[in-house]
C-alpha cells in the first residue's frame, strides 16, 4: 500500500497573498483551495486536495475546510480539521477497522488522539455516512477553546498505512516581554533602555520619549541609550511591539533623582529673633525650591563669624526637621550663617547667607594701665579695652563709679571748698583715658571702670587710689591764757580738715603795735601746747598758729590777748595757709630776726626799771 502526504503550505494572508501564491507555482492552480476570503489575514495552513490512492479501495479525502488560523489574542479558531474516509465495507475488512468502533485515526506528532478524553484540549467528533455501496464517515478534529503553542505540530488523519498529513501552525501575536515599568536616574549617568518582545515575524519594535517616536528596529530587541532628563523633569518612554497579528505596549517612567537644589534663588534662613540667646540662636529653615524628587533627610545649619570676631570658632548643626538651634555660639558676635538640605543622593549648595548678631552678656572688665592721683582733688586714670574675645558685644559705652573710703559726708566733711565723696561719670567708648576732678583733699577713693554693652554694665575693674594732701585746714580750740604779767599759754587742737599728714604747727606772736618783734617758733606735730615767757607788761599780743604738712603750711589761726590784768581775748581771725615750704623759711628767718629785737627792747626795759623784774 502507498502512502500519499498531501502538499502543506503555510501562508500569511493578506490582500492578493494567494493569487502570489498561485503565480509563483506554490500552489497548483488546479488544486482544491480552501474557500477563503481574499481579504482576510493571518496565518493559514492550507493543505491541498489530492486524490489518494489506496489498496484496498479506502479513500481518506481531507475536506476543503481544513485551514485553521489560531490567535492567541482573540482565543478564536477559524475552521475544524475534517478528514472524510469512504470505501466498501468490505475494504474496510480487510484493513482490520472496525467502523463501528470508530477507532482512532488522528495523529499529532505521531502520537494518537484518543476519541474519548483530551489531547492538548482537542476532541474528535466521527460522523458516519451510510451509502448502498459503500460505508462513508467524517471524523472532525476540532481545536480547544483557548489556542496553545501545544497544538502546534503535524497532524494525521490515518487509516492503515494511508494517511492525510498537514501542518498545524499558532500564530504568534506580538508581545513585549520585558520593558521595565519604571526607572530611576541618579547622576549625570545616560539611560539605557532595552525592550525584548516575542511574536510571529515580521516583528517590529518602536521606542518613543514623551509620545515621540525616537528608535525603531525590525527584531525581537532593541536597545536605546539616551541622556538622562534634566533635573526635576521626569521623561516618560514608551515600548511597541506589533506583528500582523497585534501590538504590545508598555511604558516606562524615568524618575531623575538629584540632590536638594535651591535653583539659584536667594532662599534665606528665617531667624526667630525672640529665640536668640548669647550663645545660641533657634532658626526656622524654608525647604529648598527643588527636592531632586526624594524627601529631604536632613538639614545642616553652618554659623561662620565675621572677620571682626575671628576669635569665635564657627559652629555647625545638623536636624532632621527644618527648624533647629545653633549652639557653642559667643555672646555678642555676628556670624554669617548659610544651610543646606541633604536628600538619598546628596548636599544642596549653601543657602544664601544671612547675618546673625547674638544677644551681648556682661563685657569682661577693661584693664587699668595706670591710676594716680594727679592734684589734691583729682585723679587721672587710663585703660584698655577688654579684649575683643570678652567683650561679649560692642562696647557703647565705659563707666566709672569712684567712692570715697569715708562716704558719709558727716565723717569726712570738705570744710571750706566743695568735694564729691562719690560719683558716676561716663567715658566715650573710644576713650582711653579720664580725669575725675573735685575730690576731697587726701583721701583714698575706690575706683570701678565698667565696660557697658547691650547687656547691661560690665563687671568692673577696681583700684584705690589716693589724693594728694593738701595745705591743712584751721586748727582747732586754739586757747591764750596769762599767768603773768609777762606769760601766757597757749594750747590748740589738730586741724580738723588735716588734708594731708600734719608735720608740725608753727607759731607766731607779737606785740600787736610792734610788727618787728615777732616771735616765730616751731613744734613737733605731738605738740599742743606752749609757753610764750618773758612779755611786755601790759601789752596786748597776737598770736598765729598753722598746721603744716608736705603741701605746705595751713590756714592761720589768729587770737590775741593782753598781759594786763593776765585776761584773754578772742580773734577769729584766719589767714588762708602758705601752699609750699618758702613761706615757712621766710617766716623762720623773720622770728629770729623778731627775737632779736624782742631781746634788746627786753634788755633796755631791765636796765631802766628800778627794779629790774621780769615782764
Known amino acids: 500500500m502507498k502512502m500519499v502526504k498531501l502538499r502543506c503550505i503555510i501562508v500569511v494572508l493578506g490582500g492578493g497573498v494567494i493569487a502570489a501564491a498561485v503565480a509563483a507555482g506554490a500552489?497548483?492552480?488546479?488544486?482544491?483551495?480552501?474557500?477563503?476570503?481574499?481579504?482576510?489575514?493571518?496565518?493559514?495552513?492550507?493543505?491541498?486536495?489530492?486524490?489518494?490512492?489506496?489498496?484496498?479501495?479506502?479513500?481518506?479525502?481531507?475536506?476543503?475546510?481544513?485551514?485553521?488560523l489560531a490567535n492567541s489574542n482573540s482565543n478564536t479558531t477559524f475552521g475544524d480539521a475534517r478528514c472524510t474516509v469512504s470505501g466498501l465495507i468490505t475494504d474496510f475488512s480487510a484493513l482490520g477497522v472496525n467502523v463501528s468502533s470508530s477507532s482512532t485515526i488522528w495523529y499529532?506528532?505521531?502520537?494518537?488522539?484518543?476519541?474519548?478524553?483530551?489531547?492538548?484540549?482537542?476532541?474528535?467528533?466521527?460522523?458516519?455516512?451510510?451509502?448502498?455501496?459503500?460505508y462513508i464517515f467524517r471524523t472532525v478534529?476540532?481545536?480547544?477553546?483557548?489556542?496553545?503553542?501545544?497544538?502546534?505540530?503535524?497532524?494525521?488523519?490515518?487509516?492503515?498505512?494511508?494517511?492525510?498529513?498537514?501542518?498545524?501552525?499558532?500564530?504568534?501575536?506580538?508581545?513585549?516581554?520585558?520593558?521595565?515599568?519604571?526607572?530611576?536616574?541618579?547622576?549625570?549617568?545616560?539611560?539605557?533602555?532595552?525592550?525584548?518582545?516575542?511574536?510571529?515575524v515580521p516583528l517590529k519594535l518602536t521606542l518613543y520619549k514623551n509620545g515621540v517616536i525616537g528608535r525603531t528596529e525590525v527584531?525581537?530587541?532593541?536597545?536605546?541609550?539616551?541622556?538622562?532628563?534634566?533635573r526635576d523633569n521626569n521623561d516618560q518612554y514608551s515600548c511597541v511591539a506589533s506583528n500582523i497579528f497585534a501590538n504590545s505596549t508598555r511604558i516606562m517612567t524615568v524618575t531623575v533623582f538629584d540632590p536638594p537644589s535651591f535653583n539659584g534663588s536667594s532662599t534665606r534662613p528665617t531667624l526667630v529673633q525672640d529665640s536668640t540667646t548669647t550663645s545660641s540662636v533657634y532658626f526656622t529653615l524654608q525647604p529648598p525650591a527643588r527636592s531632586g524628587n526624594l524627601p529631604i533627610l536632613q538639614y545642616t545649619v553652618n554659623c561662620t563669624p565675621t572677620s571682626a570676631y575671628t576669635f569665635a570658632l564657627s559652629s555647625v548643626a545638623v536636624a532632621a526637621g527644618p527648624a533647629l538651634t545653633v549652639g557653642d555660639l559667643h555672646a555678642g558676635a555676628r556670624y554669617s550663617c548659610v544651610y543646606q538640605a541633604m536628600n538619598m543622593v546628596g548636599w544642596s549648595e549653601p543657602s544664601s547667607p544671612v547675618t546673625i548678631l547674638l544677644m551681648d552678656s556682661l563685657s569682661a572688665p577693661p584693664s587699668i594701665r595706670s591710676a594716680r592721683a594727679e592734684t589734691a582733688s583729682s585723679i587721672y586714670l587710663s585703660f584698655e579695652s577688654p579684649s575683643v574675645d570678652s567683650t561679649h558685644g560692642d562696647i557703647k559705652s565705659y563707666?566709672?563709679?569712684?567712692?570715697?573710703?569715708?562716704?558719709?559726708?558727716?565723717?569726712?566733711?570738705?570744710?571750706?571748698?566743695?568735694?564729691?565723696?562719690?560719683?558716676?561719670?561716663?567715658?566715650?567708648?573710644?576713650?582711653?583715658?579720664?580725669?575725675?576732678?573735685?575730690?576731697r583733699y587726701f583721701t583714698s577713693y575706690t575706683l570701678n571702670l565698667h565696660a557697658v554693652n547691650r547687656a547691661g554694665v560690665g563687671h568692673p575693674a577696681t583700684d584705690l587710689v589716693e589724693t594728694l594732701e593738701h595745705y591743712p585746714g584751721p586748727v582747732q580750740r586754739l586757747t591764750l591764757k596769762a599767768l603773768s604779767t609777762s606769760a601766757i599759754t597757749v594750747t590748740w587742737e589738730p586741724p580738723?580738715?588735716?588734708?594731708?599728714?600734719?608735720?608740725?604747727?608753727?607759731?607766731?606772736?607779737r606785740p600787736k603795735h610792734l610788727q618787728s618783734a615777732e616771735v616765730r617758733t616751731e613744734f613737733n606735730f605731738?605738740?599742743?601746747?606752749?609757753?610764750?615767757?618773758?612779755?611786755?607788761?601790759?601789752?596786748?599780743?597776737?598770736?598765729?598758729?598753722?598746721?603744716?604738712?608736705?603741701?605746705?603750711?595751713?590756714?592761720?589761726?589768729?587770737?590775741?590777748?593782753?598781759?594786763?590784768?593776765?585776761?584773754?581775748?578772742?580773734?577769729?581771725?584766719?589767714?588762708?595757709?602758705?601752699?609750699?615750704?618758702?613761706?615757712?623759711?621766710?617766716g623762720i628767718g623773720t622770728a629770729l630776726i623778731g627775737i632779736v629785737i624782742v631781746g634788746i627792747i627786753v634788755a633796755r626795759c631791765k636796765r631802766n626799771s628800778p627794779g629790774g623784774g621780769k615782764h
Not at 487509516?159 to 520593558?179: M, N, R
Not at 585776761?567 to 618758702?582: C, K
Open 141 to 200: 478534529l476540532s481545536w480547544p477553546p483557548v489556542i496553545t503553542s501545544a497544538i502546534s505540530g503535524n497532524y494525521s488523519c490515518r487509516i492503515g498505512s494511508d494517511e492525510a498529513v498537514f501542518e498545524v501552525h499558532v500564530a504568534v501575536p506580538a508581545q513585549i516581554t520585558y520593558f521595565t515599568p519604571s526607572l530611576n536616574v541618579t547622576g549625570n549617568s545616560t539611560i539605557a533602555l532595552r525592550c525584548i518582545a516575542i511574536g510571529d
Open 526 to 586: 605731738t605738740t599742743h601746747n606752749y609757753l610764750a615767757e618773758g612779755l611786755i607788761k601790759n601789752t596786748e599780743y597776737s598770736f598765729d598758729i598753722q598746721a603744716v604738712n608736705s603741701a605746705g603750711t595751713g590756714e592761720v589761726v589768729r587770737r590775741t590777748v593782753s598781759t594786763e590784768g593776765a585776761s584773754s581775748s578772742r580773734d577769729d581771725t584766719i589767714v588762708p595757709g602758705i601752699p609750699d615750704q618758702t613761706s615757712i623759711g621766710i
Open 496 to 509: 580738723s580738715e588735716p588734708n594731708g599728714i600734719v608735720k608740725s604747727y608753727v607759731l607766731q606772736y
Open 399 to 439: 563707666r566709672l563709679t569712684y567712692t570715697a573710703s569715708c562716704s558719709s559726708p558727716g565723717k569726712c566733711p570738705c570744710a571750706g571748698y566743695k568735694c564729691s565723696l562719690r560719683g558716676t561719670m561716663p567715658v566715650s567708648a573710644t576713650g582711653t583715658s579720664v580725669v575725675v576732678r573735685g575730690l
Open 27 to 68: 500552489v497548483d492552480a488546479t488544486s482544491s483551495v480552501p474557500n477563503i476570503s481574499p481579504t482576510a489575514e493571518g496565518t493559514f495552513t492550507i493543505c491541498l486536495d489530492s486524490p489518494l490512492k489506496t489498496t484496498p479501495k479506502l479513500r481518506i479525502r481531507p475536506d476543503q475546510r481544513r485551514a485553521v
Open 219 to 230: 527584531g525581537s530587541v532593541l536597545n536605546w541609550v539616551v541622556p538622562r532628563p534634566p
Open 108 to 134: 499529532q506528532n505521531g502520537i494518537p488522539i484518543p476519541t474519548t478524553g483530551a489531547l492538548n484540549g482537542l476532541s474528535i467528533a466521527n460522523e458516519p455516512i451510510s451509502s448502498k455501496d459503500e
